[in-house]
């Protein structure tokens, strides 16, 4: 059974700075595609940032600049560096890792608030 285990949510004001983390179980992060997702309330979830086995990275539009993902093959585990963190990023943020033999697991969420 994969679990991925997400942590470092909280509170925090405007411009100020979080790290993410998601740690995963198993044999499958050398295999798989890490991302993170957001869901903000009455919203879809979206993709934020994604990186891929050998560290090529992708990123939302509305984060590029302020957050950086990164991912330590050694332990596990991907991060998500926000920093100038604004209102609008509030919301549960969701790990994500996406296999390369196909199928995808979700951890089970963080809570991001950023009051303005």
């Known amino acids: 059974q994969v679990q991925l285990v997400e942590s470092g949510g909280g509170l925090v004001q405007t411009g100020g700075s979080l790290r993410l983390s998601c740690a995963a179980s198993g044999s499958i992060f050398s295999m798989a595609v890490m991302g993170w997702y957001r869901q903000a309330p009455g919203k879809q979830r979206e993709l934020v940032a994604r990186?891929?086995?050998?560290?090529?990275?992708n990123y939302a539009d509305s984060v590029k600049g302020r957050f950086t993902i990164s991912r330590d093959n050694a332990k596990n585990t991907v991060y998500l560096q926000m920093n100038s963190l604004k209102p609008e990023d509030t919301a549960v943020y969701y790990c994500?890792?996406?296999?390369?033999?196909?199928?995808?697991?979700w951890g089970q969420g963080t809570q991001v608030t950023v009051s303005s």
């Open positions: 990186i891929g086995r050998g560290g090529n990275t």
């Open positions: 994500r890792a996406d296999l390369i033999l196909g199928g995808g697991y």
